[in-house]
């Protein structure tokens, strides 16, 4: 009960700050022009108990005790019971201080009198009587003037009889309702985002799976890229010049292997015939691929490429 009267606080009302979670609130809002400040502090009785408002600073009006700022004779106060809502009397003593502003305890003073003869007399001590509260030219909107002297006593005395008039009151209907719809709206929200949690989960297995998908990818493509790099060094020019200087190189050391054993009669003519020609062939393909490369590197080599 002590949360849901607090949640009241937070709802009917803007500005609100917290000085000490669950014991200490205020608020502040403008009155004529002066930003004002109602502490709310929460006994540890609370909400058993009515809780202690004070304004800063200290008004001249007759709801506020002009020692310590308390906020005493509001209805709201008067009339607390455990099925008040904070948020409720907080915002009616604010409004009716926005909609009527008070003066400042220290605005208030004497002015000086004079006698009908022109001469001056000291002057009077200044004037504390608290003036009359707007509130009571204003029409009556607790229904008050309609109760006869015994309503009016068991009023006073009987506080279900009391609750009961309070429920009933026009603006304290039209208040339960708004409450009642913005608490409605709460849970309305509340439900909707416990709705989509099972949608947020499955979002997150999916994303969860396209995280390992795109991993795996990551896996293959460094893979593939290394094979890549591989393959660009096997076939890079530079490579194959270097494997046609290889082959011509053994190709001619093959045709003069043949010719050393025609020479040395480890051979016939027709074998050497035919052994050496096909080296010397293969030889001289090579290196005819050999040189049309170098010139083809040496033109990419002036061109800058």
Same mark, same amino acid.
């Given at each position: 009960?002590?949360?849901?009267?607090?949640?009241?606080?937070?709802?009917?009302?803007?500005? &609100?700050?917290?000085?000490?979670?669950?014991?200490? $609130?205020?608020?502040?809002?403008?009155?004529?022009?002066?930003?004002?400040?109602?502490?709310?502090?929460?006994?540890?009785?609370?909400?058993? &108990?009515?809780?202690?408002?004070?304004? @800063?600073?200290?008004?001249? %009006?007759?709801?506020?005790?002009?020692?310590?700022?308390?906020?005493?004779?509001?209805?709201?106060?008067?009339?607390?019971?455990? %099925?008040?809502?904070?948020?409720?009397?907080? !915002?009616?003593?604010?409004?009716?201080? =926005?909609?009527?502003?008070?003066?400042?305890?220290?605005?208030?003073?004497?002015?000086? !009198? %004079?006698?009908?003869?022109?001469? @001056?007399?000291?002057?009077?001590?200044?004037?504390?009587?608290?003036?009359?509260?707007?509130?009571? &030219?204003?029409?009556? &909107?607790?229904?008050?003037?309609?109760?006869?002297?015994?309503?009016?006593?068991?009023?006073?005395?009987?506080?279900?009889?009391?609750?009961?008039?309070?429920?009933?009151?026009?603006?304290?209907?039209?208040? @339960?309702?708004?409450?009642?719809?913005?608490?409605?709206?709460? /849970?309305?929200?509340?439900?909707?985002?416990?709705?989509?949690?099972?949608?947020? =989960?499955?979002?997150?297995?999916?994303?969860?799976?396209? $995280?390992? /998908?795109?991993?795996?990818?990551?896996?293959?493509? /460094?893979?593939?890229?290394?094979?890549?790099?591989?393959? @660009?060094?096997?076939?890079?020019?530079? %490579?194959?010049? /270097?494997?046609?200087?290889?082959?011509? +190189?053994?190709?001619?050391?093959? +045709?003069?292997?043949?010719?050393?054993?025609?020479?040395?009669?480890?051979?016939?003519?027709?074998?050497?015939?035919?052994?050496?020609?096909?080296?010397?062939? +293969?030889?001289?393909?090579?290196?005819?691929?050999?040189?049309?490369?170098? !010139? !083809?590197?040496?033109?990419?080599?002036?061109?800058?490429?």
């Amino acid at each position: 009960m002590r949360k849901r009267q607090i949640d009241t606080l937070k709802i009917f009302n803007l500005n &609100v700050q917290q000085v000490k979670e669950n014991e200490e $609130y205020l608020i502040n809002f403008e009155s004529g022009g002066r930003e004002l400040v109602i502490n709310i502090i929460l006994g540890a009785d609370f909400p058993n &108990v009515k809780p202690k408002l004070i304004v @800063s600073p200290i008004l001249n %009006h007759p709801w506020v005790n002009a020692s310590t700022g308390e906020i005493e004779n509001a209805p709201g106060i008067l009339n607390y019971t455990i %099925h008040s809502d904070l948020g409720r009397v907080v !915002q009616a003593i604010s409004r009716e201080f =926005e909609r009527h502003p008070p003066q400042l305890l220290n605005e208030t003073s004497g002015t000086p !009198q %004079h006698c009908r003869n022109g001469n @001056s007399q000291e002057p009077k001590a200044p004037d504390r009587r608290i003036v009359a509260s707007p509130v009571a &030219v204003e029409q009556d &909107v607790f229904g008050l003037q309609a109760l006869s002297l015994e309503d009016l006593n068991r009023l006073k005395v009987d506080e279900d009889y009391l609750e009961n008039f309070i429920e009933k009151i026009g603006f304290v209907q039209n208040q @339960s309702n708004e409450m009642n719809n913005l608490l409605d709206q709460i /849970e309305q929200t509340a439900t909707e985002n416990l709705a989509k949690k099972q949608h947020i =989960e499955g979002q997150k297995a999916k994303l969860d799976e396209i $995280y390992e /998908e795109f991993k795996e990818l990551g896996e293959r493509y /460094e893979a593939l890229n290394q094979k890549y790099q591989k393959k @660009s060094e096997d076939f890079s020019p530079q %490579h194959i010049k /270097e494997l046609l200087q290889i082959a011509v +190189s053994a190709a001619d050391t093959r +045709s003069d292997e043949e010719a050393h054993k025609f020479l040395a009669g480890d051979s016939d003519v027709g074998t050497f015939l035919g052994n050496f020609i096909e080296s010397r062939k +293969s030889y001289t393909m090579r290196k005819a691929k050999e040189d049309r490369l170098v !010139q !083809q590197l040496t033109a990419l080599e002036r061109a800058a490429f």
